[in-house]
């Protein structure tokens, strides 16, 4: 029941409002219930009092895109990987993002930057292979692509 999820948390926090985990679950609570715009003040307030938490910024990131501001949501998953560039799932968000918005080699190299930082991770390989997988060209039809484009300037 996410009505009484949420009013757990703002018990909580009225108990004692430092705690942050708290009130990251409440926000993603809002998120789950589709009310972005109290999800995305939740991960604002949040962001004031911890600006180099990648996981606040994925939230942000995920309620921004969920109410249809996927410029946004791109820009808050990107200051997640720069904020955490180590943190694997900073990464995924901002993978998952691109590609789900068709930018299919953007996303492949943000899958590939999770399999290295988490190389023991099935599932890491697994979105990695499954969404991005793109075959390196073969010098065959790298040199096909030249010849083509240098016989289309001379025509």
């Known amino acids: 029941d996410l009505a009484a999820a949420e009013r757990s948390c703002r018990t909580a926090l009225d108990l ?13 609570l809002y998120f789950s219930g589709g009310k972005f715009d109290q999800a995305m003040a939740t991960w604002q307030a949040l962001l004031q009092r911890s600006p180099q938490d990648a996981d ?3 939230g942000l990131g995920e309620a ?6 996927g410029d946004e949501a791109e820009a808050r998953f990107r200051q ?4 955490e560039p180590a943190i694997p799932s900073a990464h995924n968000a ?4 691109l590609f789900a918005r068709g930018r299919i ?8 930057t999770v399999t ?3 190389p023991s991770s099935a599932s890491a390989w697994t979105s990695s292979a499954a969404r991005c997988w ?11 692509a030249a010849t083509t484009a240098a016989s289309s300037t001379k025509a």
């Open 94 to 97: 901002l993978a998952n993002h």
């Open 105 to 112: 080699l953007e996303a492949a190299a943000e899958y590939r």
């Open 16 to 28: 004692d409002a430092s705690q942050v985990d708290t009130e990251k679950a409440l926000a993603t």
């Open 80 to 83: 997640a990987v720069a904020a």
């Open 56 to 58: 606040i910024y994925i």
């Open 134 to 144: 793109v075959p390196p060209p073969s010098p065959s039809s790298a040199c096909r």
């Open 64 to 69: 921004l895109d969920g109410s249809g501001r």
């Open 116 to 118: 290295e930082l988490v």
